[in-house]
T-cell receptor, first 114, second 112 residues
């Protein structure tokens, strides 16, 4: 089992460019999440998908869109990148929705916007 | 509004010492309190978690202490080892919530 995989690992964008971060899990989990991690800010939830076919905003959704392509895959899109979106992005999944379920994290994507 | 406050931001401990990280929350509806551990270049991973029906939970060298009246919980790492050097995040949630809310993280360095 690969667990949660993310691509790419690193990315440099110029302001205004767009890109999609890919995430896939092979644990047959129902729920998936996108977080960003910034120094001193912890992990902040961008969007989540409680189950296939549903998506909801988290704490910091502005500037992002998501797609739950199928049960395995959950992508995060930056339509017009800004320097404030420089961060490390983590995808996670859990067996069920709700805060009691353990979340399994991917290795992260380090994004720099110049 | 910050739902969970974590301290200290960084911590340096000698090998064999005790590491203590604290978290405080406001919302009494929270009833699930996990700690996640993150090594450099990796994603976080669940370390240990507690429900408020107990005041302490121990797994090996890691212990969560929970004070419901003070709305605080802490992670104690006994006999700290250099391999424990990592960033630790507390989190809070409730059964009705669909998500975890994480603290700001504590970077622990254990000196050999």
């Amino acid at each position: 089992n690969a667990g949660v995989t993310q691509t790419p690992k690193f990315q440099v964008l110029k302001t205004g460019q767009s890109m999609t971060l890919q995430c896939a899990q092979d644990m047959n989990h129902n729920s998936m999440y996108w977080y960003r991690q910034d120094p001193g800010m912890g992990l902040r939830l961008i969007y989540y998908s409680a189950s296939e076919g549903t998506t909801d905003k988290g704490e910091v959704p502005n500037g992002y869109n998501v797609s739950r392509l199928n049960k395995r895959e959950f992508s995060l899109r930056l339509e017009s990148a800004a320097p404030s979106q420089t961060s490390v992005y983590f995808c996670a999944s859990s067996e069920g929705q709700g805060g009691f379920y353990e979340q399994y994290f991917g290795p992260g994507t380090r994004l720099t916007v110049t | 509004q910050q739902q969970v406050k974590q301290s200290p931001q960084s911590l340096i401990v000698q090998k064999g010492g005790i590491s203590i990280i604290n978290c405080a929350y406001e919302n009494t509806a929270f009833d699930y309190f996990p700690w996640y551990q993150q090594f450099p270049g990796k994603g976080p991973a669940l370390l240990i978690a507690i429900r408020p029906d107990v005041s302490e939970k121990k797994e090996g060298r890691f212990t969560i202490s929970f004070n419901k009246s003070a709305k605080q919980f802490s992670l104690h790492i006994m006999d700290s080892q250099p391999g424990d050097s990592a960033t630790y995040f507390c989190a809070v949630s409730s059964g009705s919530a669909r998500q975890l809310t994480f603290g700001s993280g504590t970077q622990l360095t254990v000196l050999p």
